[in-house]
């Protein structure tokens, strides 16, 4: 079993649509969660990350830790074309990722 | 330096070829990883190298595969005897601490195997 499940999309909607991305890990010693985004053919950047369960917004950007399912999700709210990226979950303090999926916000 | 840099950006080798990629970590951060990341996939951890700790060398996917962190600093990955399948981007990252909040990536390096 991967430590990290992503589904890899591809995902694709319309511009000012909610987008809501998932991972699932296995391992409960995981302590900080975040998200990446990449862009084509650039090294990935860190989006935002988070140490509790709960939600923490940053602008548009929303990530939300349930530690007891072992579940983390990231939504973007009113998409922009600008945001299509890979969007990769990671968890450290090992740093690990997901998968990462593809996202295209259609204008 | 402002940021994590590697070199060089794009690299085709042939079949049966060694081949080094290097990276130059943001100053002064402790930690570095190398992953590799072929076509639509994600992440495939490599190696990690905490300050004077010995590797974690885990991912390492053969033993022609290796890595060194001289002086805490500057890294080499090594890949002896390159197969097509080694074909992809192998991209190094740095962070400040074992904390590892925050890893600040480098470009990546793309091998192509012929």
């Known amino acids: 079993q991967k430590e990290v499940e992503q589904d890899p999309g591809p995902l694709s909607v319309p511009e000012g649509a909610i987008v809501s991305l998932n991972c699932t890990y296995s391992?409960?010693?995981?302590?900080?969660f975040m998200w990446y985004r990449q862009y084509s053919r650039k090294g990935p950047e860190l989006l935002m990350y988070?140490?509790?369960?709960g939600n923490k917004e940053d602008g548009r950007f929303t990530a939300q830790v349930d530690k007891s399912s072992k579940y983390i999700s990231l939504f973007i709210r009113d998409s922009q074309p600008s945001d299509s990226a890979t969007y990769l979950c990671a968890l450290a303090q090992k740093l690990v990722f997901g998968q990462g999926t593809r996202l295209t916000i259609n204008p | 330096g402002a940021g994590v840099s590697q070199s060089p950006s794009n690299k085709v080798t042939e079949k049966g070829k060694d081949v080094e990629l290097r990276c130059d970590p943001i100053?002064?951060?402790?930690?570095l990883y190398w992953y590799r990341q072929s076509l639509g996939q994600g992440l495939e951890f490599l190696i990690y190298?905490?300050?004077?700790?010995?590797?974690?060398k885990s991912g390492l996917p053969s033993d022609r595969f290796s890595a060194e962190r001289t002086g805490g600093s500057v890294s080499t990955l090594t890949i002896q005897r390159t197969q097509q399948e080694d074909s992809a981007v192998y991209l190094c990252?740095?962070?400040?601490?074992?904390?590892?909040?925050?890893?600040?990536f480098g470009q990546g390096t793309r091998l192509t195997v012929v």
């Open positions: 391992n409960s010693a995981f302590q900080y």
């Open positions: 988070t140490y509790s369960s």
């Open positions: 990252a740095s962070t400040r601490d074992r904390a590892n909040t925050e890893a600040f």
């Open positions: 100053s002064g951060h402790t930690a």
């Open positions: 190298f905490q300050g004077n700790s010995a590797p974690d």
